[in-house]
């Protein structure tokens, strides 16, 4: 079915507006995240001094924002219609300028995202450092993960970005609407994002398993070992979608879930790291009190403000022990 002017089946608004709605309900969802956590953002980061974690979680807290605000904006700016649908004024000169416009509005979108991903990958893996007490072979693991990661998603933005062209649809429905070529390509941002991902959750179940089972698993690192367990399967399943969602999906529904991708990452990351600040504080004001802890605090910041450490057995035959008698500890410098 088509409309009255031969423009785009009626099917393919129905995506659009669905494809609006689902976005503005993420939207609603990210900032309702912001509100209820701004209390705690405010006593756990802004009352700390400036480091390289407070900027990485500020931009990881505010990017996708500014991102989504990109996005809606194209959704509703209203001198983004093209030239040739029924009932617009404009001349061939100002639709082109406008067509332009509309498609760079939606690459700045593109580039912000991929930025997004860039800040809590890099927060991901200062969180697995942490965890393996800055070991220099898993930072070799880190480094060419992180190099291929952004190599993908990057193909993918600029296959985007190469082939974006804004598509005929009535201001009504939306006045910005742009597709690109070449989603197999597309796919690779979220191949990417699995294959980053899994890579976490393996290093951080290698670490943490073995702790586990010989019950020298402290209170902060089930924490992170909760949470990382949780952001694993939300994003990946989420990964999944969008890749099924490219590869079967027709028309403005290929799209449908990309914002949601971008969402559950911002609050993911931004509620680790808060979840773990959190606990920090409690337990630094603990042994404070008492004197006794899990943990030795170095640096009051988001990046590298503790060390974290682990009970370990203690064995009689072991030399080298405490003259105090407390069992010996292992740390773990945590820098997320």
Same mark, same amino acid.
């Given at each position: ?8 089946? %009626? ?22 995240? +912001? @509100? ?14 400036? #480091?390289?974690?407070? %900027? ?27 030239? *040739? ?10 639709? /082109? ?9 939606? @690459? %700045? ?9 860039? /800040? ?18 898993? $930072?070799? %693991? ?6 291929? &990661? ?12 190469? !082939? ?33 991902? !899994?890579?976490?959750?393996?290093? &951080? ?12 698993? *402290? ?19 989420? =990964?999944? =979608?969008?890749? @099924? ?12 879930? @990309?914002?949601? +991708?971008?969402?559950?990452? =911002? ?22 009190? !008492? ?14 403000? =503790? ?10 035959? &072991? ?6 008698? $407390? !069992? ?6 945590? #820098?997320?």
């Amino acid at each position: 079915m088509s409309d009255s002017e031969g423009g785009p089946p %009626i099917k393919v608004f129905q995506q659009i507006l669905a494809q609006n709605y689902t976005n503005v309900a993420l939207v609603a969802l990210l900032f309702w995240d +912001h @509100i209820t956590t701004l209390d705690r953002e405010v006593e756990l980061v802004w009352s700390t001094r400036w #480091s390289l974690g407070k %900027i990485l979680f500020i931009l990881n807290r505010y990017i996708p924002a500014a991102n989504l605000f990109v996005l809606l904006f194209s959704y509703t700016y209203p001198s983004f219609p093209i030239n *040739g649908y029924a009932g617009s004024s404009l001349s061939s000169y100002q639709a /082109v300028t406008k067509s332009r416009s509309c498609v760079a509005w939606s @690459i %700045i979108d593109d580039w912000l995202s991929l930025l997004s991903m860039a /800040v809590v990958d890099v927060l991901l893996m200062l969180r697995i450092t942490a965890m393996w007490d800055r070991n220099k072979i898993v $930072r070799w %693991i880190l480094l060419p993960l992180f190099i291929i &990661t952004m190599g993908g998603m990057t193909a993918a933005i600029v296959n985007i970005t190469v !082939t974006a062209k804004q598509d005929e649809f009535p201001p009504s429905i939306r006045p910005c609407v742009v597709s690109f070529e070449n989603t197999h390509l597309a796919s690779t941002f979220f191949y990417s994002s699995m294959f980053f991902d !899994t890579t976490i959750m393996l290093l &951080t179940v290698a670490r943490l398993v073995p702790m586990l089972r010989a019950g020298t698993l *402290g209170p902060l690192l089930k924490v992170l070992q909760t949470d990382g367990y949780i952001y694993f399967a939300v994003l990946f399943m989420t =990964a999944t =979608a969008n890749i @099924i969602v490219l590869q079967l999906a027709s028309g403005p529904a290929k799209a449908m879930l @990309i914002t949601l +991708h971008r969402v559950s990452s =911002a609050m993911m990351c931004s509620r680790m790291v808060l979840n773990m600040r959190s606990h920090l504080l409690v337990q630094t004001q603990e042994s404070t009190h !008492t004197g006794q802890g899990e943990i030795e605090l170095t640096k009051i910041s988001i990046i590298d403000f =503790a060390r974290v450490t682990t009970r370990t057995e203690k064995s009689s035959t &072991t030399q080298g022990t405490s003259t105090d008698g $407390r !069992t010996g500890q292992s740390g773990a410098s945590s #820098s997320v």
